[in-house]
């Protein structure tokens, strides 16, 4: 009897351990992928609705939609954008009040007979289709390089914006220049009274081509992630994760990595001489996969994987690991859905990935026994071994 306690007390400390994220490292082999949709044309950014619709931009303009699992054909709309690069259509972004107003957002380069443009608008959606472009923010730089281009909605119902310097490294300086910058603005395209500059939607500057955004759910910080200068220069890689604080300096092209100087903020984390080219990032806070709870996930162009940042609670980075290093090639996006799952968007056929057969894809991510079943199976067995105790105590020694 002894025996059989021992075994329940391992397996629950076991079972429960595995629920503290902070415990152990992730054990990639504990998640399931599923190919959600393929054959796609540089998928960028995917949203959730509540309705259990997800929307995702691809680079060459379409605006399209998955329901029920199923990816629909017809795309929601075709954006005219400009191709030029790294620009088209990237960021989405869906109103706070969504499910009443319906309004969805979208970033995207255009052409004009005085250059190259991104814009933010916003659009109305109504059963799969868009109508009633307004235009929120217009001439924001754009380049074959450097367009930044994710967009999202903070906790302060505020939007967020991150611009990339469109190749003109000193703009990054100037806070009349929009390029190089993370900017703010209200859900309508006017300027929050509390920004750091006023009339202006500049609320961080001298950032280079930062393209992922997130918030920490424990203190409401803004993380961000930003490609550094690989091979300009002679200067390698330094690929940076800030913590952005309004109305600060993050030092491009000023600062390589680290600036130890007071006049600019230091990243959180830095890669020297390792490029990752850092892209979308998250704060997983779901139960669903226990092991990334309260990580901060970003995916990664030319790392090709998942890097995972441990944060304590002043945002200083504890560990780092990567999953799914190579196993999709080139990683745009990594988002959380509702449910707890987590969905990666791949970027192969953008001309600098190794085209993998139906590249590009979504997949989602899901734990081979979330922790429900952790739980059902640990009373499971408690209950197995009370029965036994109960048992023996009724057989005759």
Avoid: C
């Avoid at 709309?77 to 030029?84: D, G």
């Avoid at 903070?154 to 900017?183: N, V």
């Amino acid at each position: 009897m002894k025996i059989i306690y021992l075994v329940l007390v391992i397996s629950l400390l076991a079972i429960f351990g595995s629920l503290d994220a902070k415990a152990q490292p992730v054990n990639e082999s504990s998640l399931q992928t599923q190919e959600i949709a393929s054959n796609l044309h540089v998928p960028w950014e995917i949203v959730f609705a509540l309705d259990g619709r997800a929307f995702f931009t691809e680079r060459t303009g379409n605006l399209r939609v998955i329901e029920n699992g199923n990816l629909v054909e017809q795309p929601v709309a075709t954006i005219p954008v400009a191709r030029a690069g790294e620009g088209g259509l990237l960021g989405l972004a869906l109103d706070p009040n969504f499910e009443k107003n319906h309004y969805l957002y979208l970033y995207y380069t255009y052409s004009d007979s005085t250059g190259l443009y991104n814009r933010i608008a916003r659009f109305t959606e109504s059963n799969d289709t868009i109508s009633s472009e307004k235009i929120l923010i217009d001439k924001i730089p754009a380049n074959t390089n450097h367009d930044g281009g994710r967009i999202k909605f903070g906790p302060d119902d505020k939007l967020y914006i991150t611009t990339g310097e469109a190749g003109r490294p000193e703009s990054a300086q100037d806070i009349t220049y929009l390029g190089g910058k993370i900017l703010r603005i209200n859900s309508d395209g006017t300027i929050p009274r509390d920004n750091p500059f006023s009339g202006s939607p500049v609320y961080s500057y001298g950032n280079r081509n930062p393209q992922g955004l997130d918030w920490d759910p424990r203190n409401g910080n803004l993380i961000e992630t930003e490609h550094g200068p690989s091979g300009e220069n002679s200067w390698y890689a330094h690929d940076k994760v800030n913590l952005i604080i309004l109305g600060k300096n993050y030092g491009w092209p000023y600062v390589i990595g680290m600036a130890n100087d007071s006049r600019f903020v230091n990243p959180i984390y830095q890669t020297g001489d390792v490029t990752w080219a850092p892209s979308g990032a998250t704060f997983y806070t779901s139960d669903k996969i226990p092991d990334l709870k309260g990580k901060f996930l970003i995916a990664t162009l030319r790392g090709q994987h998942i890097e995972v940042l441990t944060l304590d609670k002043d945002d200083k980075v504890e560990s780092t690991q990567k999953i799914f290093d190579g196993t999709y090639g080139r990683l745009r996006d990594v988002v959380q859905a509702p449910d707890g799952s987590l969905y990666i968007l791949t970027s192969n056929v953008d001309g600098r990935g190794v085209v993998a057969p139906d590249d590009d894809k979504i997949i989602r991510v899901v734990p081979e026994f979330g922790p429900v079943a952790v739980l059902v199976l640990a009373v499971a067995i408690f209950s197995i071994v009370i029965f036994s105790a109960k048992n023996e105590r009724l057989i005759p020694r």
